[in-house]
């Protein structure tokens, strides 16, 4: 072996020894990342899960033994959407589960994390539609047909619109204050599905 080929492969050592380690570096932080993310989900659809078991409990109780139309409606439309509630909380916290046991790459987590916190933000926007919506309904119960059940029916959405806006909400900020942790990690090497590559944030 000559020695200019000698030092050709030294050189090549020099260079790929610390890119692995930066590898394996950045791969445990983005994991440990992940495993926040998902921890931070869980614990959020126990809460929507309770939430919504309340409301079924509560709203079936109260439609039984309301006597005024108006309450017997407000509850009835608790329980539905305690229904609702309770079944996005268990595939929320399956697919939580789930994506604890698969191995993923640190694209793939950035974007499973960039996807959550979008979601959030989405159902956030709804749930104050939600509650312009109960508003309308509430206020305007007296043109339409029973207006009990309506009035019923418009405080319930109200309601629930603001328990899901201050849970999507509270949802996002706890995801976004992860977010220097995560961009930190893309300014230097980052472990993709193909290899390792190059990232540097501007």
Known sequence: MNTKRLIIILLCCLVTVPLYAQKLADGAAFTKLNVQRIKTNNT????????????????????????????????????LWGVVNLSIAGMGYAGARKEARENMSCDKMLSRYESGKRLFLINAGLDVIYIGSGMALASYADELDNPARWRGYGKSIMMQGIFLVLFDGTMFALHQHQNKNWYKLLEGVCVTGNGVGFRYTF
């Open 44 to 79: 959020g659809m126990k809460i929507l899960g309770a939430w919504g078991a309340a409301n079924i409990v509560g709203g079936v109780t109260g439609a039984l033994v309301a006597t005024d139309k108006e309450w017997q409606s407000f509850h009835t439309m608790n329980a």
